[in-house]
Every structure is written in structure tokens, then in C-alpha cells.
């Protein structure tokens, strides 16, 4: 008679953890690795994501580019990989993570550079070449941690002055944020960010498009990894991230989209006709969070119109 309670209690037991995995929209979440640098715009396309798949959910891994290919190989772990640089993509392809990389066709969008410095730019940058001067502090970032340090390195060596900005360095960042965060404090006097990281900081900050001969045009790609536990959600996922409507939500946020003619190093190479209007875009923006007299509408900001708003309704509601 024991031998038959103790049977039931399994089965029930069993019966109960199925429910907990299998039941009704409950699900295994995805495991996203993202660059930090992205978090804005994946969070919104994640929420677009949802909204169109109940019960699916998506956990992110944000953090500075260096970081994932050591995750990875030690966890064997995650569902999609959009690192802030293609260079480390290529590692996570080159240890056969990753199997099935377009680079022509999963390209998601561009991170472009810009030079960012406090409000009121005390040490008047308007160059690159303004790095070197005496005096200036300057943000670099650590290249083996985030891809903005790598070009960093890239930018000031093209313009003949590397070994004088690492001189006036005064502070190194682990993640991109980091560098607007120091601008923004006034604790550094300028430094170089993707574009997409200068417009989180329109009120605190001033943005200066850099001469299109140093203007790094990065490529951001996305890929399934080869051990993704739920291939075929990951890919619709991914889909989303790469169709015209992803598109869209990426230059909301500042990025590139579509063609931008490039040379060999990555710099853009049109003289800058192709980000001509995204640079536009993100300097009136910066002004209008400055000075709410200041036009605003879809002529003047572009797409961007949404953060100004954001950042205006949270400058508001803190003051």
C-alpha cells in the first residue's frame, strides 16, 4: 500500500514540474549578448518583439564588447550575438560559434562617431587635431573591453596625433556610457563616442561631427549562435532586428542605416554626404534640450524627435 502513495506523489510531482516547463507560455527565455552600446535601441525592438510573441521572453547580456567571446567560450551559452564591433563577431565565427554569417545581409545598422565634450565646451574642440593640445583631458577607452577603444586608436593614429592623446588621457572606460557619463560630469574635456551614445546626453553635452575623413563607420552585425536552445524564435528575432521597421527604431536612436560607402579602414569615404543629415539631426537636437526656444519638429531633428521629447518630459518631471 506504501509503494502505491509513494507512485502517486511521484507522478504528481512530476506532473506538476512539467507544468512549470511546458505549460502555457512558459517557455525557455532567449539569451541576447549585446554590446552596452546598443542597449537603447534593442530594448525597443525587444518590446516590439514581445508584444508579437506572448509568452516568449528574452534575457539580455549588455556589456562591453571585449567581454563576450570569453563568456561564451567558457558558457557554450546564449541564442544571438550583436556585439559593437564586427571584428569581434568575426572571433566568435572564427571558433565556430556562429555558422551562418552574412556579412552582407546581417548587417543591422552603423555606429558613427562623433566627438562629445561638456556643455559649453570649456576647451573649445571643434577637431580631432584638438585632442593633443596641452591641457585638454581627454576620454579613451580600453580597446581589449568596448569597440569605441579601438577606434579611438584608429582615429588619433590616422590624424598623426596618438602618442600626444595618450598623454593628455585622463580617464579610461571600460564601457562606452562610461565616456558620457565623464562628459556629462565634466570630469574629461572631450572625447570621441558613437553617435547613437552622444544623443542619450543632448542637455549635459555638445556634440561636434567630426571631419568626414575621420568619421569611423562601424558595422553592426547580428547572428544566431550554433548551441542557441530555441534557433527558429532567435531567428524571428533576428529578422526583426534586420527588416526596415528595425531599421527604423535604430535611427530613432542615432545610428546609421542603409549605405554608407566606406574605405578600407572603415572611415567613411563621401565626404560625409551619407551621415550629412544624421549629424544635422543630432546637433539640433542637442541644442533643443538646451534651449526649449529652440525648433523642434521632424524637419529639424529628424527621427530624433522622440528623445528629445523623452529627455525633455524626464528633465521636467526631476526639476
Same mark, same amino acid.
Given at each position: 500500500?506504501?509503494?502505491?502513495?509513494?507512485?502517486?506523489?511521484?507522478?504528481?510531482?512530476?506532473?506538476?514540474? &512539467? &507544468?512549470?516547463?511546458?505549460?502555457?507560455? #512558459?517557455?525557455?527565455?532567449?539569451?541576447?549578448?549585446?554590446?552596452?552600446?546598443?542597449?537603447?535601441?534593442? *530594448?525597443?525592438?525587444?518590446?516590439?518583439?514581445?508584444?508579437? =510573441?506572448?509568452?516568449?521572453?528574452? =534575457?539580455?547580456?549588455?556589456?562591453?564588447?571585449?567581454?563576450?567571446?570569453?563568456?561564451?567560450?567558457?558558457?557554450?551559452?546564449?541564442?544571438?550575438?550583436?556585439?559593437?564591433?564586427?571584428?569581434?563577431?568575426?572571433? +566568435?565565427?572564427?571558433?565556430?560559434?556562429?555558422?551562418? /554569417?552574412?556579412? #552582407?545581409?546581417?548587417?543591422?545598422?552603423?555606429?558613427?562617431?562623433?566627438?562629445?565634450?561638456? %556643455?559649453?565646451?570649456?576647451?573649445?574642440? #571643434?577637431?580631432? !587635431?584638438?585632442?593633443?593640445?596641452?591641457?585638454?583631458?581627454?576620454?579613451?577607452?580600453?580597446?581589449? +573591453?568596448?569597440?569605441?577603444?579601438?577606434?579611438?586608436?584608429?582615429?588619433?593614429?590616422?590624424?598623426? =596625433?596618438?602618442?600626444?592623446?595618450?598623454? =593628455? +588621457?585622463?580617464?579610461?572606460?571600460?564601457?562606452?556610457?562610461?565616456?558620457?557619463?565623464?562628459?556629462?560630469? %565634466?570630469?574629461?574635456?572631450?572625447?570621441?563616442?558613437?553617435?547613437?551614445?552622444?544623443?542619450?546626453?543632448?542637455?549635459?553635452?555638445?556634440?561636434?561631427?567630426?571631419?568626414? %575623413?575621420?568619421?569611423?563607420?562601424?558595422?553592426?552585425?547580428?547572428?544566431?549562435? %550554433?548551441?542557441?536552445?530555441?534557433?527558429?524564435? +532567435?531567428?524571428?528575432?533576428?529578422?526583426?532586428?534586420?527588416? *526596415? !521597421?528595425?531599421?527604423?527604431?535604430?535611427?530613432?536612436?542615432? /545610428?546609421?542605416?542603409?549605405?554608407?560607402?566606406?574605405?578600407?579602414?572603415?572611415?567613411?569615404? *563621401?565626404?560625409?554626404?551619407?551621415?550629412? #543629415?544624421?549629424?544635422?539631426?543630432?546637433?539640433?537636437?542637442?541644442?533643443?534640450?538646451?534651449?526649449?526656444?529652440?525648433?523642434?519638429?521632424?524637419?529639424?531633428?529628424?527621427?530624433?524627435?522622440?528623445?528629445?521629447?523623452?529627455?525633455?518630459?524626464?528633465?521636467?518631471?526631476?526639476?
Amino acid at each position: 500500500m506504501m509503494w502505491r502513495i509513494l507512485y502517486t506523489v511521484f507522478v504528481l510531482s512530476m506532473v506538476g514540474i &512539467g &507544468g512549470m516547463v511546458c505549460g502555457a507560455g #512558459q517557455t525557455e527565455p532567449l539569451l541576447f549578448h549585446a554590446g552596452v552600446g546598443q542597449r537603447s535601441s534593442i *530594448d525597443e525592438i525587444r518590446d516590439l518583439f514581445l508584444s508579437r =510573441n506572448p509568452g516568449t521572453e528574452v =534575457n539580455f547580456s549588455y556589456k562591453g564588447s571585449g567581454y563576450f567571446i570569453a563568456d561564451i567560450t567558457r558558457s557554450r551559452e546564449g541564442d544571438l550575438y550583436m556585439p559593437g564591433e564586427e571584428f569581434y563577431l568575426l572571433q +566568435a565565427v572564427e571558433r565556430g560559434f556562429i555558422t551562418d /554569417y552574412d556579412p #552582407q545581409r546581417d548587417i543591422a545598422a552603423y555606429f558613427v562617431t562623433v566627438i562629445i565634450t561638456p %556643455k559649453g565646451n570649456p576647451k573649445n574642440i #571643434q577637431r580631432i !587635431e584638438d585632442f593633443a593640445k596641452p591641457g585638454v583631458r581627454v576620454g579613451l577607452a580600453n580597446p581589449e +573591453a568596448c569597440a569605441i577603444g579601438i577606434w579611438h586608436e584608429k582615429i588619433f593614429k590616422k590624424a598623426g =596625433n596618438w602618442d600626444a592623446v595618450k598623454r =593628455n +588621457a585622463e580617464f579610461s572606460a571600460k564601457c562606452i556610457p562610461e565616456l558620457g557619463n565623464a562628459a556629462q560630469h %565634466k570630469m574629461i574635456d572631450a572625447a570621441v563616442v558613437w553617435a547613437s551614445t552622444a544623443v542619450l546626453y543632448l542637455r549635459d553635452i555638445e556634440i561636434i561631427p567630426m571631419e568626414p %575623413k575621420y568619421r569611423g563607420i562601424v558595422r553592426l552585425p547580428v547572428a544566431t549562435l %550554433k548551441f542557441s536552445k530555441r534557433p527558429h524564435t +532567435a531567428q524571428t528575432l533576428k529578422n526583426l532586428i534586420l527588416s *526596415d !521597421e528595425g531599421k527604423k527604431v535604430f535611427v530613432s536612436h542615432a /545610428y546609421g542605416v542603409g549605405t554608407i560607402p566606406r574605405d578600407e579602414e572603415g572611415f567613411e569615404n *563621401d565626404d560625409g554626404k551619407a551621415t550629412e #543629415q544624421l549629424m544635422t539631426w543630432l546637433v539640433n537636437a542637442s541644442k533643443a534640450l538646451k534651449d526649449e526656444s529652440v525648433r523642434t519638429d521632424e524637419k529639424a531633428v529628424g527621427p530624433l524627435i522622440k528623445e528629445v521629447e523623452r529627455q525633455r518630459k524626464t528633465s521636467r518631471s526631476g526639476s
